[in-house]
């Protein structure tokens, strides 16, 4: 056979493995897929977003004693105390970003660590689930969560040495490799398995666990309130075992999928495009639609027979592809879209004490007292405090958030990626120029606040926040998809850090209609941005690849 025959025939080898899974109907493993990946990233989100409540927690039981001191007024309004009342951390919530040296950055940076550690797995999982296989790396990721989960929640200052706010961010910084890791490793993967018509569902169905997570997180935090209330109410320092508890949890969703993670099977795209077994690859579709009528989401098969190069494919020469404008442009429009969304996204999920004081879930209103400037906060047991934020936080996450995936995962594949994300920025857009021009009447204003703020949280969410992880799984080539994906992710991470630890410290008191500004521009640009990027909506992957030629010899 001529060397042009052996490459026609192989070429169409792969052709027909491609098109079976891209045509195949929804089924019993691609549900599994989608359990799978959904299950981590479940935990990702629980993860990232549980740190928000568990710091001031952490602050309360180590720095209270230390910060809080004086007493409050005598005849204080609604209390009518004929004698002084002394601030104890039983009683006042300590000010941290106040008393501690560098407060503000301090928390910024305890929020942000573990989006330094994301940044930094999503890049080294994205490069190496190209490098290695899919397959060898998925798992792992879920190995470092659990190990990290474990020692957050055990962690403990040092007597002489580090503090505990220093050891839990070291912590918390390699479990953002972790879940740094499943962004590429989990949108590759279920998009390779996926069929064209339901592929922007199914990926847009792993991220809504994001959530699912943030919102099981909040029920965590006021289920064990309110199961421990008495015993906190007589002993702020119970606080610590909530915190502890709240944060061990997460190691439960990444224990349960840690066995069909290490168990799912490399995909017959990577199996054919960079190994080049286009046998193996054909027999491995043809389980995989087999196993789609097996009414089981545990279903696999035993991969014994290890894919072997049977012809040669195009190597990875990652500067060669991404050097031409129409491949780079795609990388630029994901990353910065990426970007954009997320400094906005964080910079305002975990810095939320300022809606909580709007929506008044953030302790009693304050009071007035004579021989008082102004009003003053009151006393109030921490007990019911912190059980409080805890009921504002997830009444938070309704407010548009877990609502919002899941239209998106209702109505991806019919107005598609690009349209969604459009309208998403542009929403959000207005929504943050409005509260930013109408600040100082809309603050004190709860239900007309509550509505913008809800209609910029559903848009969020059906808008960027999904489609920006949506579109790099799919409009890269097999040999790069992992490693595109990972930088797009990456560079969502560094505009996280920007949010919360650049503008994060500003976002308080008359800065705020700044910051909003701020926030509302950088979301236009995403708008914009989104022009770089391809519609994949109806299209193979090898479509989107921007690749005529694979297999050369």
Request: glycine share 10%.
């Amino acid at each position: 056979m001529s060397a042009a025959s052996h490459i026609a025939t192989e070429t169409q080898k792969r052709a027909q493995a491609f098109a079976h899974l891209d045509e195949a109907r929804l089924g019993w493993f691609h549900l599994r897929a989608v359990v799978v990946a959904g299950v981590g990233f479940f935990a990702d989100a629980y993860d990232i977003f549980v740190i928000g409540q568990a710091l001031p927690m952490v602050y309360q039981v180590y720095y209270g004693p230390q910060y809080i001191s004086g007493s409050y007024p005598v005849g204080m309004s609604g209390i009518n105390n004929t004698v002084k009342i002394d601030k104890t951390p039983q009683n006042t919530k300590v000010d941290f970003a106040g008393k501690y040296p560098d407060g503000a950055n301090m928390d910024a940076w305890l929020k942000a660590s573990t989006n330094w550690g994301n940044f930094v797995g999503q890049l080294g999982f994205g490069y190496l689930g190209d490098k290695l296989g899919r397959k060898k790396m998925y798992g792992v990721e879920l190995i470092i969560m659990i190990v990290c989960t474990i020692g957050s929640a055990l962690v403990a200052p040092m007597a002489n040495g580090f503090s505990i706010l220093v050891l839990l961010s070291i912590w918390r910084f390699f479990l953002g490799i972790g879940i740094g890791g499943d962004y590429p490793m989990s949108a590759t993967i279920t998009s390779e398995f996926a069929n064209v018509r339901y592929r922007g569902m199914m990926l847009s169905a792993v991220f809504a666990m994001q959530g699912i997570g943030i919102m099981i997180g909040g029920v965590v935090y006021i289920i064990t309130l309110s199961a421990m209330h008495d015993r906190i109410a007589t002993d702020y320092t119970q606080l610590d075992i909530v915190w502890r508890i709240a944060l061990g949890a997460g190691v439960i969703p990444a224990i349960g999928a840690l066995y069909f993670r290490l168990t799912i099977p490399e995909t017959p795209r990577f199996t054919v495009d960079v190994i080049g077994d286009t046998d193996k690859a054909q027999s491995d579709v043809e389980k995989v639609l087999a196993l789609n009528n097996v009414q089981s989401v545990a279903s696999s098969w035993n991969q014994d027979e290890v894919a072997t190069a049977k012809v040669a494919v195009r190597q990875g020469d990652f500067m060669t592809y991404f050097s031409q404008w129409k491949n780079f442009k795609v990388l630029l429009g994901c990353a910065y879209c990426w970007f954009a969304l997320d400094v906005a996204w964080y910079g305002l999920s975990l810095n939320q004490s300022t809606v909580l004081n709007l929506i008044q879930f953030n302790g009693p209103p304050k009071v007035t007292a004579p021989g008082v400037t102004g009003s003053i906060a009151q006393p109030y047991n921490v007990a019911d405090l912190f059980y409080n934020i805890a009921v504002g936080n997830l009444i938070i996450a309704f407010c548009g958030t877990v609502p919002g995936y899941w239209f998106t995962v209702a109505f991806i594949e019919k107005f598609g990626r690009l349209p969604i994300q459009y309208f998403g920025f542009a929403v959000i857009t207005a929504c943050l120029v409005v509260l930013a021009v109408m600040w100082d009447t809309i603050s004190k204003q709860q239900t007309n606040f509550l509505i913008v703020f809800t209609i910029a949280q559903f848009f969020f969410q059906f808008g960027p926040n999904t489609t920006t992880f949506v579109i790099p799984g799919e409009v890269f080539p097999t040999r790069f998809r992992s490693t595109g994906h990972g930088i797009s992710a990456a560079m969502g991470k560094v505009g996280a850090i920007v949010g919360i630890q650049v503008v994060g410290p500003n976002f308080s008191g008359n800065n705020i209609p700044t910051v909003l500004y701020a926030f509302a521009g950088v979301m236009a640009t995403g708008f914009f941005a989104t022009y770089l990027c391809p519609e994949p909506k109806g299209k193979t992957l090898e479509e989107l690849s921007n690749e005529d030629e694979v297999i050369i010899a």
